[in-house]
Nanobody, 119 residues
Framework: QVQLVESGGGLVQAGDSLRLSCAAS????????MMWFSQVAGKERAYVAR????????YYADSVKGRFTISRDNAKNMVYLQMNGLKPEDTAIYYC????????????WGQGTQVTVSS
């Protein structure tokens, strides 16, 4: 079992930056690619970014490409999302997720952290 806990959300102004963190406990993150999703009230959870376990390849939704950076520290069981140039439309709850590298299923979710960007 893996527990994921996000932190770092908050209220910022357009153009500001935030760094979200996701701390994993219970088991190591070996065997999992890590992802960030966002969710706005009344809408489905949307993919934001992914970082692979082995070669640390990164992938981004078009809406955040060039502004957000995902990273991970496997030794510390941590995943990060550096968010620069925030826009009001980035306002959402951000969730960390662990996707199995063998089943390609998201096995674990964090509880989410709120990011609010004012114009």
């Amino acid at each position: 079992q893996v527990q994921l806990v996000e932190s770092g959300g908050g209220l910022v102004q357009a153009g500001d930056s935030l760094r979200l963190s996701c701390a994993a406990s219970g088991r190591t993150l070996s065997g999992y690619d890590m992802m960030w999703f966002s969710q706005v009230a009344g809408k489905e959870r949307a993919y934001v970014a992914r970082i692979d376990l082995t070669d640390l390849s990164t992938y981004y939704a078009d809406s955040v490409k060039g502004r957000f950076t995902i990273s991970r520290d496997n030794a510390k069981n941590m995943v990060y999302l550096q968010m620069n140039g925030l826009k009001p439309e980035d306002t959402a709850i951000y969730y960390c997720a662990a996707r199995s590298r063998t089943r390609y299923t998201i096995d674990y979710w964090g509880q989410g952290t709120q990011v609010t960007v004012s114009s």
